[in-house]
């Protein structure tokens, strides 16, 4: 089999604040392989930004510092580059798409200036040439009149016509990688509905790997192979994406399912998760999630659990599952298989 793209491993971002330590992100593990549409996905404040943050050397120092792990990119240790070699991975083997594209552009320089100068910093090419290949790259993300927009400065284009702007200087270079972190967010149904078809005809035509980063399941649903559901710092549940939507195992995935509103019901209210996630200063003992959890045991304040597969393939967080337990060990508690009929609502 060959080796995964993106090898992220016990992956450890803290920030050092006055009222204490932030562990951002705490052990996060996960694969991408070529070609691959994954999605990580979780509430807001749950460390999902900070992981992408840390996969591309760009977390602010001080406060924040990765503390362990490491991050592979085709067996190359990006944890262990000096900052050199770091930025010439950034753009030329890994784009990222930020999420608010008005902050993140420069608002004095036009867009061509700031796409040819990424090409510039990576690629031997004249003034000329990075001009033209970036005249192209606004043609394939579809920006009408290419030429005219490389003119533009950013006050000068709507937010999806900012959004296609910063996947074109993403992608300008090629990189095998992208990261695009919640870059639909802002935009209204129809224009994220082109966005998410841009970024995965530009997948399939680049042969590049998408990170993307979430928290609405309904982009999910669309476009990715593999999911890593994200909760206060760890990865809590791992699958494919029929896998974890037909049936899901963890209870804070099963409880994100069942808050969605479904076609055909009748219900006055919504189901919600009760609470909100935890001050990653303060991260409750045991199972992070068992102050929110439905299926919450007295030993759940005690053991965190660790992601294990439960199922082929499948991988999860809780020690109330069955098949959690390795054959030959105990069981901490009584294991509860989740109610079938949660899964059929979903």
């Excluded at 070699?85 to 753009?91: L, Q, T």
């Excluded at 219900?267 to 001050?279: C, E, H, N, R």
């Excluded at 393939?313 to 109610?339: D, F, N």
Aim: aromatic share 4%; hydrophobic share 40%; glycine share 8%.
């Amino acid at each position: 089999m060959a080796e995964a793209l993106l090898r992220v491993r016990d992956l450890a971002t803290h920030f050092h604040t006055e009222g204490g330590v932030a562990r951002a992100v705490d052990g996060v593990s996960f694969e991408i392989e070529r070609g691959e549409m994954f999605c990580l996905v979780g509430e807001s404040g749950c460390g999902k930004s900070v992981t992408a943050l840390s996969i591309m050397q760009l977390v602010p120092s001080p406060p924040g510092r990765i503390v362990s792990g490491s991050v592979m990119l085709a067996g190359e240790d990006l944890l262990g580059l000096p900052p050199g070699r770091m930025r010439r991975i950034r753009g030329e083997k890994i784009g990222m798409v930020f999420q608010e594209p008005m902050t993140a552009l420069n608002p004095v320089f036009t867009i061509g200036s700031q796409i040819t100068e990424a090409i510039r910093a990576h690629r031997d090419a004249s003034r000329g040439g990075a001009a033209r290949m970036a005249v192209d790259m606004l043609e394939r993300v579809r920006i009408p009149d290419p030429s005219r927009c490389m003119g533009l400065y950013p006050h000068e284009m709507s937010g999806g016509m900012l959004q296609r702007a910063m996947i074109a200087m993403a992608l300008v270079c090629r990189p095998v990688l992208l990261i695009a972190d919640e870059p639909t967010t802002a935009l209204d149904v129809t224009i994220q509905a082109g966005i998410l078809r841009l970024l995965d005809d530009l997948r399939r035509e680049l042969g590049m790997s998408v990170l993307l980063i979430t928290h609405d399941l309904g982009v999910v649903a669309q476009v990715a192979d593999v999911v890593a559901v994200m909760y206060a710092g760890q990865i809590v549940e791992y699958a494919d994406v029929k896998t974890v939507f037909a049936d899901p195992l963890h209870p804070y995935m099963i409880s994100l399912l069942r808050s969605l509103p479904t076609l055909g019901t009748r219900k006055k209210k919504l189901d919600a998760i009760a609470g909100q996630v935890p001050d990653p200063r303060r991260f409750p003992e045991g199972c992070r999630f068992h102050p929110r959890c439905y299926m919450a045991a007295p030993e759940c304040s005690r053991v965190n659990p660790e992601l294990r597969e439960v199922r082929t393939g499948h991988r999860a967080a809780c020690i109330r599952l069955e098949g959690y337990w390795q054959p030959g060990s105990s069981p901490p508690v009584t294991p509860v298989t989740r109610p079938r009929e949660r899964a059929r609502d979903v």
